[in-house]
């Protein structure tokens, strides 16, 4: 655990991509949103970390004899630890994205893991993806779980404009573009789904811990 800022603490389990960790970030950030202190702001989980932001004199007044407010949500992210029952973590939601594969980049993809076009996308849809972290854009879920056959580097020089539904290939990573925006991942396919929409209740489709399954269509 260490401050990264004088307002959030960051509690860090390696710098790795493993399901297994995950798993326990997704559920100390349930336990963070579900039995929150006084002053707390917000959890963002990512690949192997949750960060905590907070508010520091209102922690600082709701335990007044404790050195620091970072010393305080310390020693409740230590208790939070303690009491986690990873065996209650839930079933997570299922969600399937209906893709055209028909990307610019699809061509280059086979080319460069030596496949044919056609065994790309099959390989690419017949897998199950993890839903990491959510970042870069709002919605943009970072999905792991990838078949290392299909793995291709970003663009060296990405794009200034990638349409939103646009969905991409980076490294061993597969993602969605929830939103127009510059971007450098290889892009194989689209969907109309919208991934983002900032005036619902829960504006971003998929959150971290979900499973993603894309769905060929013509």
Not at 68 to 76: C, D, K, L, P, R
Request: glycine share 8%; net charge negative.
């Amino acid at each position: 655990m260490f401050p990264l800022s004088d307002s959030s603490i960051t509690i860090d389990f390696g710098a790795v991509i493993d399901v297994g960790i995950n798993m326990l970030v997704s559920k100390l950030f349930d336990y963070c949103k579900n039995r929150p202190f006084k002053g707390f702001i917000e959890a963002v989980p990512a690949y192997a970390s949750l960060t905590i932001f907070y508010d520091v004199i209102e922690v600082r007044n709701a335990c007044i004899f404790a050195n620091t407010s970072y010393a305080i949500v310390e020693n409740y992210l230590t208790i939070a630890l303690d009491n986690l029952n990873l065996s209650e973590i839930k079933e997570p939601e299922l969600i399937e994205i209906p893709v055209l594969y028909d990307g610019e980049d699809l061509a280059f993809v086979a080319e460069y893991n030596q496949l044919s076009i056609k065994d790309v996308i099959q390989i690419h849809a017949q897998s199950t993806y993890r839903v990491y972290m959510i970042g870069f854009l709002p919605g943009f879920a970072y999905l792991g779980g990838m078949d290392e056959r299909i793995a291709t580097p970003r663009k060296s020089n990405p794009r200034t404009k990638v349409p939103a539904g646009s969905v991409g290939i980076a490294g061993k990573q597969t993602g969605i573009y929830p939103l127009e925006s510059p971007g450098g991942w290889q892009l194989i396919g689209k969907t109309s789904l919208s991934l983002f929409d900032r005036e619902s209740a829960s504006p971003s489709l998929l959150k971290a811990g979900d499973l993603v399954r894309f769905i060929k269509i013509e």
